[in-house]
């Protein structure tokens, strides 16, 4: 008798993203003449930059010669795009990261998922934010690392809470855990953490043995020049943590798809009888086995970023959206909501001090306008929801008109 993974029967009904679409489906069915203007899931609107689009016309052109044309790549991705990304997101920063310690891949969402197929299932001890990307908590309880679903939190996770106490950037834990999922600029709230908090959480990840997971997909969005953009910036992060970039938001490959995880070759992990391992051979052991490349073209079109023709271009969509979020956060606070984001990240956490599904649920019947419920994103998420900036000028300044209308009605 083939037998099912159990642990699927622990989550949750569907994924957040599936509850949404499933209720602006039902509302667009039924109100036909009513177009809905979508600021929930963090997609991006604007077309790939140009230097982009040049190069991978380009090394679709290579493919389309024998001289040029390439097959299998190498599943690390190729030499040319993992030196750029060396060279320009760590080597300018001050950040010792060496090329061969770059794995490309085909998207930051799957790596965050996948990472934790390395390490240990049974004794293993969870930290993860709260409120927080679903993906962080859904692919450890398909491993088996947690209990029942209880009141809407998982047993066998050490939860951090990001409330408006806090400013949204959760405390060191006063136990003891294994691996830390981090993500910075925050989604969903937006937040940013200043280099003397991520120093503290290097500092309890040495004393711990631990493993920071730290998810920087959006770091093209800070504009504080005091944030540091890598948790490389902080000494000694190359012995405890694993970083993971996208080219989604940063230049528009969510439908391209192209990212990368830096997997440090100084980080190890230790088997049950306490002997080390490092991580990096690990993960290019499961890299190999699993993951076949992204394609030459895709990876030609995402080194293009890395031109100076690239980064002015890159500049300026990021400039575009974070515009859009300066609109959405000044909109949100002429209502009276407090928030946070949108300055430092293209998203904006707003407190609105009721139940996020039933003011969801307002925005879409109201203004036709679809947001995020915090509750979605976990227990402390609940009360908020999450308004995102990647849209054209002309939809948000029309989103922001009809929920200005409803809330005022």
């Known amino acids: 008798m083939i037998r099912i993974n159990e642990n699927y029967l ?152 990001s409330t408006p106490a806090n400013g949204y950037v959760p405390a060191i834990p006063a136990v003891a855990t294994d691996l830390i999922y981090l993500c910075f600029p925050n989604n969903p709230t937006g937040a940013v953490a200043t280099k003397e908090q991520l120093a503290a959480w290097v500092a309890y990840a040495k004393a711990n043995k631990a493993i920071i997971l730290f998810d920087s997909a959006y770091e093209a969005y800070i504009t504080d020049p005091t944030i540091p953009h890598s948790i490389y910036e902080i000494p000694g992060a190359d012995e405890v943590a694993i970083e993971f970039r996208s080219f989604s938001k940063t230049a528009g490959f969510t439908g391209t798809r192209c990212a990368y995880t830096v997997v440090p070759k100084k980080l190890v992990a230790y088997d049950v009888a306490g002997n080390a391992h490092p991580v990096h051979a690990l993960w290019n052991r499961r890299h190999t086995t699993k993951f076949n490349g992204v394609s030459y073209p895709v990876q030609k079109a995402a080194a293009a970023i890395y031109t100076e023709a690239g980064k002015a271009q890159v500049k300026e969509k990021i400039a575009y959206y974070l515009a859009n979020a300066a609109l959405i956060r000044k909109a949100v606070t002429d209502l009276g909501f407090s928030c946070i984001g949108g300055d430092n990240a293209p998203y904006i956490w707003i407190n609105t001090g009721t139940d996020s599904w039933a003011f969801f649920d307002k925005l879409l019947n109201e203004a036709q306008v679809v947001c995020t419920p915090g509750a979605g994103f976990g227990k402390c998420g609940e009360g908020h929801v999450r308004i995102s900036a990647f849209n054209s000028r002309e939809n948000v300044e029309k989103a922001l008109a009809r929920i200005a209308a409803a809330l005022k009605a």
């Open 10 to 161: 622990k989550l949750k009904a569907s994924y957040l993203f599936s509850d949404i679409a499933k209720r602006v489906t039902a509302y667009t069915q039924a109100n036909p003449d009513k177009p809905v203007i979508r600021l929930g899931i963090g997609d991006v609107t604007e077309p790939l930059p140009q230097a982009c689009i040049e190069a991978f016309h380009a090394g679709v052109d290579e493919m389309a010669n024998r001289a040029t044309f390439k097959g299998y790549g190498p599943e690390q991705g190729y030499a040319f795009l993992r030196e750029a990304i060396a060279a320009n997101d760590y080597a300018a920063r001050g950040c010792p990261i060496a090329a061969d310690e770059v794995f490309v891949s085909d998207g930051s969402k799957c790596d965050c998922g996948n990472i934790q197929e390395i390490f240990a299932t049974e004794g293993l001890k969870l930290a993860i934010p709260d409120p927080v990307y679903p993906v962080y908590v859904d692919t450890n309880v398909m491993a088996g690392r947690t209990g029942a679903n209880l009141d809407g939190r998982y047993a066998g996770i050490t939860y951090l809470d």
